[in-house]
């Protein structure tokens, strides 16, 4: 079994800054990629960022410029900096990994607040 726990998540003014981070545990070989969603109240998940193995990037157009998705392989952890925060980023957001372990699965964490006041 893997388990995906996120921290740093919080209350912060419009302008500021927040870094996520999402730790993977459990019997793992390998991780395909991990990626970062969030929700907000009365709307559907969004993907956020990913990152593959290899490293490759991808942002929503939303965040582009705004958010850096990074990963220290040897911690299996994700991390999301987050800059220039505006009130609609509030949501929460939560960490996906498709792990190779026993086998082959993808997993979520059980998400971190953010909250962007205006």
């Known amino acids: 079994q893997v388990q995906l726990v996120e921290s740093g998540g919080g209350l912060v003014q419009a302008g500021g800054s927040l870094t996520l981070s999402c730790a993977a545990s459990?019997?793992?070989?390998?991780?395909?990629?991990m990626d970062w969603y969030r929700q907000a109240p009365g709307k559907q998940r969004e993907l956020v960022a990913a990152?593959?193995?290899?490293?490759?990037?991808n942002y929503a157009d939303s965040v582009k410029d705004r958010f850096t998705i990074s990963r220290d392989r040897a911690k299996n952890t994700v991390y999301l900096q987050m800059n220039s925060l505006k009130p609609e980023d509030t949501a929460v957001y939560y960490c996906n990994a498709e792990v190779i372990g026993n086998y082959r699965g993808a997993y979520w964490g059980q998400g971190t607040q953010v909250t962007v006041s205006s």
């Open positions: 459990g019997i793992i070989f390998s991780i395909i990629h």
């Open positions: 990152i593959t193995q290899g490293g490759s990037r």
